[in-house]
């Protein structure tokens, strides 16, 4: 079990930032790779980014490439979003996943607002 809790999520208006958190309660998180998921009111979820579990690779969806950035805190047992120049259009629940060996773990998810 990896036990996952997002924060940082709220409403900023277009064109801002925040950055959101993804804490683990375990110190097996440091094996685990690492992604941010969205999902927006009456949308599919979808992938945002990921990280390894060495940080040797990340990966970002299309839409957020140059604007958002994905960083872990082995140490701290954290994932981060850095999430710049936001859009109305980012506006979801963000949600974070441990994944390893097939096995996933999602946390309850963050909500973030972009008014315009």
């Known amino acids: 079990q990896v036990p996952l809790v997002e924060s940082g999520g709220g409403e900023v208006q277009a064109g801002g930032s925040l950055r959101l958190s993804c804490t683990a309660s375990t110190h097996r998180f440091r094996i685990y790779n690492m992604a941010w998921f969205r999902q927006a009111p009456g949308k599919e979820r979808e992938f945002i980014a990921g990280?390894?579990?060495?940080?040797?690779?990340?990966y970002y969806t299309d839409s957020v490439k140059g604007r958002f950035t994905c960083t872990r805190d082995n140490v701290k047992n954290t994932l981060y979003l850095q999430m710049n120049s936001l859009m109305p259009e980012d506006t979801a629940v963000y949600s974070c996943?441990?994944?390893?060996?097939?096995?996933?773990?999602w946390g309850q998810g963050t909500q973030v607002t972009v008014s315009s």
């Open positions: 996943t441990a994944n390893r060996l097939g096995n996933d773990f």
């Open positions: 990280i390894t579990w060495n940080e040797d690779n990340t």
